[in-house]
């Protein structure tokens, strides 16, 4: 993990190209996305990693739920016995930020790929689900 060897872009160029040619970084940066990148385009992208990697035989829904689990808890270690509203600024110190970051980015690229693996639209069922929610859930009444 980043968090773990440096911090920021920078640091993170200079961890990727110390492991890999240079020709190797190149094609990871193909993999980071901008600030408009569709749900769909990660998924692309997190499918071509895995393929360039072979590792679809080891991504079964069975597997790639239980690193869900996984990564959700080393996420929920980040908040583990701070109170509610202290949460709030766990992300506030730089250096958890990243660890946080990182996690959230390592649930993310789990579930995409637990999508691509059962065949689940992500943006598909998010939509449907939100407008289920919304009819269970409708907001509160306003008063004049």
């Known amino acids: 993990m980043l968090a773990r060897v440096g911090g920021g872009a920078d640091d993170a160029g200079a961890w990727f190209a110390a492991l890999t040619s240079r020709e190797e970084?190149?094609?990871?940066?193909e993999f980071m996305p901008d600030a408009s990148t569709t749900v769909a385009a990660l998924e692309e992208a997190v499918r071509r990693f895995a393929d360039e990697r072979a590792w679809e035989p080891f991504h079964?829904?069975?597997?790639?739920?239980?690193?869900?689990?996984?990564?959700?808890?080393?996420l929920l270690e980040h908040f583990l016995w701070v109170d509610s509203e202290p949460s709030r600024r766990v992300v506030d110190d730089p250096g958890k930020r990243q660890a946080v970051t990182d996690e959230l980015?390592?649930?993310?690229?789990?579930?995409?790929n637990l999508s691509l693996s059962t065949g689940i639209d992500l943006s598909d069922a998010t939509e449907a689900k939100m407008v289920r929610n919304a009819i269970k859930y409708p907001p509160p009444a306003r008063t004049p």
Request: net charge neutral; no cysteine; aromatic share 4%.
């Open 105 to 112: 980015a390592d649930v993310a690229i789990l579930l995409l």
């Open 25 to 29: 970084f190149l094609k990871l940066r």
């Open 60 to 74: 079964s829904p069975k597997n790639l739920s239980m690193a869900l689990a996984a990564e959700v808890g080393e």
